[in-house]
């Protein structure tokens, strides 16, 4: 693509719109090549908008699950590691999980 004038540009590839930004200078050129994958799902997912959570009166739901737990259909497991720079495991994180389908929050 050759982009003649302008200082800011957003791309928009097929569906998957504002999928990024080019700025150059006023008068100059240059050049640069990316690879994209086009799944317009993940991209939808990743662009939503936040839920605006102020009115939402999530019901809490309490994580203790036994050790060796397995997930059926009723039940998924999701495992999640928080690290420092380092490489070790941070303490005392609070972590929810939020399902606004069901309108609950899954704490640990």
Do not use: C
């Given at each position: 693509?050759?982009?003649?004038?302008?200082?800011?540009?957003?791309?928009?590839?097929?569906e998957?719109?504002?999928?990024?930004?080019?700025?150059?200078?006023?008068?100059?050129?240059?050049?640069?090549?990316?690879?994209?994958?086009?799944?317009?799902?993940?991209?939808?997912?990743?662009?939503?908008?936040?839920?605006?959570?102020?009115?939402?009166?999530?019901?809490l739901v309490?994580?203790?699950?036994?050790?060796?737990?397995?997930?059926?259909?009723?039940t998924?497991?999701?495992e999640?590691?928080?690290?420092?720079?380092?490489?070790?495991?941070?303490?005392?994180?609070?972590?929810?999980?939020?399902?606004?389908e069901?309108?609950?929050?899954?704490?640990?």
């Amino acid at each position: 693509m050759n982009i003649i004038g302008g200082n800011n540009w957003i791309v928009n590839i097929g569906e998957m719109k504002n999928y990024t930004a080019i700025s150059m200078p006023k008068y100059g050129e240059g050049s640069s090549s990316t690879a994209v994958t086009y799944d317009v799902d993940h991209w939808k997912r990743i662009t939503l908008l936040p839920v605006d959570r102020s009115n939402l009166k999530l019901e809490l739901v309490k994580q203790n699950l036994p050790p060796r737990q397995s997930s059926n259909p009723k039940t998924a497991i999701v495992e999640i590691q928080f690290l420092n720079p380092l490489g070790q495991a941070w303490r005392d994180v609070p972590l929810a999980l939020i399902a606004y389908e069901l309108n609950q929050s899954f704490y640990f």
